[in-house]
């Protein structure tokens, strides 16, 4: 089975903490239909105690997920139990959310290890880049972005950039897979309309991935996040993260 991101981020390895990344249903067949449309709940996880699990999102909301016999617990592309968690690890929730009670009775939960969340962190800005669009400078190739851990940054583009609306994430990149973590963990690469710097508008979501050069960080793709209709501005209803409709959509796809 393989995971896919699409915009968290909208936070899990690249999803959970980029939000941007947002992360979409695993795609074996039937996969993306049974988990489409749920909420999320990303973050890193505080505590477990029996089915639940204790999640704190980047902006420090703390919410209780319920897990029970049905629900799939996902690291990398194995099947995972509840006692395997542990304090410091990445989990991206999807199921059924209590909003004003800060609980979720969750059917998947995504997990990726505290060592690749940590360097999901690390690596954000520097070989990937999630979150809304606040500024364009279309005569300086340049943009601002508001990232998820709230730092405003400025990127620039050249000949090397594509732009992309849409898209999903390629085959084995996904949160806790053999490449999160990696430059590509975050990458956009399949599918999507191709569109130009000008199709991107301030307040959109976006995602990509690429390189530090001379100070700036240049992405080689930059993925314009898709909503959902009638699932409000980041095509989900996805709490604790910077929400980017499911992969890529989410990330719509």
């Known amino acids: 089975?393989?995971?896919?991101?699409?915009?968290?981020?909208?936070?899990?390895?690249?999803?959970?903490?980029a939000g941007a990344a947002v992360a979409q249903a695993p795609g074996e067949a039937g996969g993306r239909a049974q988990f489409a449309g749920m909420e999320?709940?990303?973050?890193?996880?505080?505590?477990?105690?029996?089915?639940?699990?204790?999640?704190?999102?980047?902006?420090?909301?703390?919410?209780?997920?319920?897990t029970t016999v049905n629900t799939r617990l996902i690291k990398g592309q194995a099947q995972i139990k509840?006692?395997?968690?542990?304090?410091?690890?990445?989990?991206m929730a999807l199921g059924n959310l209590d909003a004003p009670n800060k609980t979720m009775h969750a059917a998947l939960v995504m997990v990726t290890d505290a060592e690749t969340l940590k360097k999901a962190r690390e690596n954000l800005g520097k070989t990937y880049i999630s979150g809304k669009v606040t500024a364009i400078d279309i005569d300086n190739l340049k943009m601002?972005?508001?990232?998820?851990?709230?730092?405003?940054?400025?990127?620039?583009?050249?000949?090397?950039?594509?732009?992309?609306?849409?898209?999903?994430?390629?085959?084995?990149?996904?949160?806790?897979?053999?490449?999160?973590?990696?430059?590509?963990?975050?990458?956009?690469?399949?599918?999507?309309?191709?569109?130009?710097?000008?199709?991107?508008?301030?307040g959109d979501n976006v995602v990509g991935t690429g390189s530090v050069k001379n100070g700036v960080f240049?992405?080689?793709?930059?993925?314009?996040?898709?909503?959902?209709?009638?699932r409000g501005e980041s095509g989900a209803r996805t709490a604790g993260t910077v929400q980017h409709p499911t992969t890529p959509q989410q990330p719509q796809q």
């Open 40 to 66: 999320r709940v990303a973050g890193t996880v505080v505590s477990i105690a029996g089915d639940a699990v204790t999640v704190k999102a980047e902006d420090g909301t703390v919410y209780q997920v319920t």
């Open 1 to 17: 089975m393989q995971i896919r991101i699409r915009n968290w981020f909208l936070f899990l390895g690249m999803a959970i903490f």
């Open 82 to 91: 509840v006692a395997d968690l542990k304090a410091g690890d990445g989990a």
């Open 144 to 202: 601002t972005v508001t990232r998820p851990d709230g730092v405003s940054q400025t990127i620039g583009f050249d000949e090397t950039t594509s732009f992309k609306r849409g898209g999903r994430m390629a085959r084995g990149m996904g949160m806790g897979g053999a490449n999160a973590g990696n430059v590509t963990a975050t990458a956009p690469t399949e599918g999507g309309e191709s569109i130009t710097l000008a199709d991107i508008k301030v």
């Open 218 to 230: 240049v992405p080689g793709q930059l993925n314009l996040v898709m909503a959902r209709a009638g």
